[in-house]
């Protein structure tokens, strides 16, 4: 069983007393987590009981904590990334389009991190790098990370067309990952889907998903 995990916002009972009665195979966590101190120290009561994964969202680069207690862990971040969790494929987008990078199905203003940080201004760069807020922003360079990969499921901080908040290009990448279901956060009002298989998953909500 994969436990698909709903934006917690700084919250993580709730998780931890589901993997603790259900002992699920994994969790995985679809952003906005938040993280008030390091993940392993928030997590630590059901880490050897769960492989515990996550993608970021838009929030998790508003402050420095967030930030730093979430990508401080590489190796559970699913992001631009296809890996095999319980027997499925899973591949991972973190983060959010927004207008001052790429906001489909308008053109990109900037296809890479390394084009917006040299137009950005010096002053407007963050620990010498891209502004931190933009840590959290999909470029057309994390779409092409899953160039000629598969998986089953696709998980997304952003939803799909069919969402009233959805993308176009959320669709196509599932499409040329030919995936068969699609889980997503950051909307935290659960939206029933018809047209496709996929699941918004909402604030603090858990979807189970059994083993194959």
């Known amino acids: 069983m994969i436990l698909f995990c709903g934006d917690p916002h700084g919250e993580f009972g709730h998780i931890i007393l589901r993997v603790q009665q259900d002992k699920p195979a994994a969790v995985v966590i679809l952003g906005d987590l938040c993280l008030q101190q ?54 991972g987008l973190g983060g959010i389009f927004r207008s001052q990078v790429w906001y489909p199905p308008e053109l990109p203003r900037f296809s890479t991190r390394q084009d917006f940080q040299t137009h950005c201004g010096k002053g407007n760069l963050w620990r010498d790098g891209l502004p931190r807020k933009h840590r959290s922003s999909i470029f057309p360079e994390d ?16 939803a799909p067309k069919e969402h009233p908040h959805g993308f176009q290009t959320i669709d196509e990448l599932a499409q040329s990952l030919e995936v068969k279901n699609i889980f997503h956060g950051h909307h935290h009002d659960s939206f029933k889907y018809h047209e496709l298989n996929a699941v918004n998953v909402g604030l603090r909500e858990i979807f189970a998903l059994n083993s194959r």
Do not use: C, M
Not at 143 to 158: T, W
């Open 38 to 91: 390091p993940f392993e120290q928030t997590f630590a009561p059901i880490l050897g009981l769960t492989d515990i994964w996550f993608i970021h969202g838009n929030h998790d680069t508003d402050e420095v904590r967030y930030h730093d207690h979430l990508f401080g862990d590489p190796e559970r971040n699913l992001h631009g990334r296809v890996v095999e969790i319980d027997g499925f494929k899973i591949a």
């Open 143 to 158: 779409i092409q990370l899953f160039h000629g990969l598969k998986a089953d499921i696709l998980v997304s901080h952003e």
